[in-house]
């Protein structure tokens, strides 16, 4: 069982924002649903928690309604392969209602934050040649959607 679990709060969506994401990712399902009884504070027999993983990591979904917004302070990240991983999950996650940010960071249509991140922008940023890092970290800051091209090109300008 894995010790500490993501709980993503959601006002009466859950169970509808966990097939969009199960969708999204190998390794994923839904593992459980429990619904409201007639003890509340939901309406009977509407879904209340949704346990589900994610490319095999544990997550839960609660229907608690909507007094609680997301911040980009708690967000999903996804370390992705290449560009082409990066641009198939910005698309989804940017359709119907998302919302883009800067750095790779977005809200998807249920309102989580997400960055989408390409791990070799990693290494591009913690690079020993401070130099090029540098101008690897001001191309991300103009971007959106990061590009690993646009970022490997700063990086190699001099």
């Known amino acids: 069982m894995q010790k500490i679990v993501t709980n993503l709060w959601f006002d009466d ?41 994610l490319n095999g990591q544990h997550f839960i ?30 698309a989804a996650l940017t359709a119907d209602g998302g919302r883009e940010d800067q750095c790779g960071w977005l809200f998807d249509k249920h309102g989580v934050p997400w960055q989408i991140w390409p791990t070799e922008c990693t290494e591009l940023l913690m690079s020993p040649d401070q130099a090029a890092a540098t101008r690897a970290t001001k191309a991300m800051f103009g971007m959106k959607k990061i590009s690993i ?6 990086f190699r300008a001099a």
Do not use: H
């Open 61 to 90: 979904a609660i229907n608690g309604g909507s007094a609680m917004q997301y911040t980009y302070a708690m967000s999903l990240l996804v370390n992705c392969a290449n560009q082409d991983e990066v641009d198939r999950l910005w």
């Open 149 to 154: 091209e646009g970022m490997r090109e700063a």
């Open 13 to 53: 969506n859950a169970e509808e924002a966990v097939e969009f994401y199960c969708s999204l990712f190998e390794d994923s399902k839904v593992l459980a649903v429990q619904r409201y009884t007639e003890a509340g504070p939901g309406a009977p027999g509407t879904v209340m928690v949704v346990d589900f993983e």
